[in-house]
Each structure stands twice: as C-alpha cells, then as structure tokens.
C-alpha cells in the first residue's frame, strides 16, 4: 500500500465503464478512507491522469498558502482584517453598486424559479 512518503507507486490498471465511471479498488478506498460520493480530483499530467482526494489537495493548497503568507511576514489577523472588504468588492461586481442584501437574494430566487 502507498504510503505518504511514497512519490509515485503502481497500485493496479482498472477500466473505464460505460458511462466513463471508474473503479477504485476497495483496498484503496478503504486505506484512503473513500467512501460513496467522496470527491476526487482528476489531474491531467502530459498524457496521464492523476485522481487525487479532494480533501488531500484542500488542505495542500492551505499549507502552501500559509506557507508563502508566512514566509512574507503576513499574518493571520491581518489576512482576515481584508474580508470584509473583499467581500463587498465581489457583491458589487455580482449585483451592482448599491444593491442590498435583499435585492440579491431577490435576483437569486428568480433566477432560481427559471430553471
């Protein structure tokens, strides 16, 4: 079984159903803790294909962000002290200035409706 200090490891060869599913050995899912609908992601790297548990590549991404905002003197409160402000920048750019709270979830209800 492939271990976290293994770089790359042959497991086994699967085939691809029907409806482009594919099958992850039990032993696998199992050693990966996979269970029914869990999220992979699914990496093209030249001609191959990589599947990767979403989780795993979730907390990577945070550890290298940490890392670069660590290694550049950033701190966390200052990180958040940014939120809200951001927040309203990508409101405006979704619903116009001066929209509300009330007129978007307005906007979303019937965009809802119309599907």
Do not use: H, W
Not at 32 to 44: C, E, F, N, S
Request: charged share 25%; with cysteine.
């Amino acid at each position: 079984m492939a271990s976290q200090q293994t770089l790359l490891e042959y497991l086994t060869t699967t085939k691809i159903g029907e409806k482009g599913q594919v099958t992850v050995p039990k032993q696998f899912r199992e050693n990966l803790g996979l269970g029914t609908g869990a999220p992979l992601v699914v990496l093209r790297l030249g001609d191959g294909l990589i599947l990767m548990p979403q989780q795993e590549r979730f907390e990577r991404l945070c550890s290298e962000i940490s890392s670069a905002l660590t290694a550049n003197g950033i701190l966390p409160k200052a990180v958040l002290a940014t939120l809200p402000k951001a927040r309203e920048r990508i409101f405006e750019r979704r619903y116009g200035r001066g929209a509300t709270e009330e007129t978007a979830s307005q906007r979303r209800s019937s965009r809802s409706r119309a599907k």
